[in-house]
């Protein structure tokens, strides 16, 4: 199983940026997917989750009214939906995936088998 992680890059503070996720070497996408995020110095953190079907999503407290998680079976992606982007928002940004089919989201970075490589935010004050 491939992630590939995409979008990101240099955003001003208030402003919008959209990540996607494409999943690769699966024959269907009927497992739960999340966004983790690492800040330099810091642990990774959670900051999104979604079930197989998108029926239900989480987030973090830091993220939530601000980022929304969405899901493409079809297309095998996964998006998260940045808005009112603050400076504290910076880091990498890691799509995963778990391989417990039509599982639900999880908090917990280890609950998930699969990582994509990372694409950087940074949010400018």
């Known amino acids: 199983v491939q992630l590939q992680a995409s979008g990101g890059g240099l955003v001003q503070a208030g402003g919008s940026t959209r990540l996607s996720c494409a999943a690769s070497g699966r024959t269907s996408n009927n497992y739960a997917m999340g966004w983790f995020r690492q800040a330099p110095g810091k642990e990774r953190e959670f900051v999104a989750a979604?079930?197989?079907?998108?029926?239900?999503?989480s987030y973090a407290d830091s993220v939530k009214g601000r980022f929304t998680i969405s899901r493409d079976n079809a297309k095998k992606t996964v998006s998260l939906q940045m808005n009112s982007l603050k400076p504290e928002d910076t880091a990498v940004y890691y799509c995963?995936?778990?391989?417990?089919?039509?599982?639900?989201?999880?908090?917990?970075?280890?609950?998930?088998?699969?990582w994509g490589q990372g694409t950087q935010v940074t949010v400018s004050s």
């Open positions: 979604i079930s197989w079907n998108g029926d239900t999503t």
């Open positions: 995963a995936t778990r391989d417990k089919s039509y599982s639900r989201g999880s908090y917990y970075y280890t609950d998930y088998d699969y």
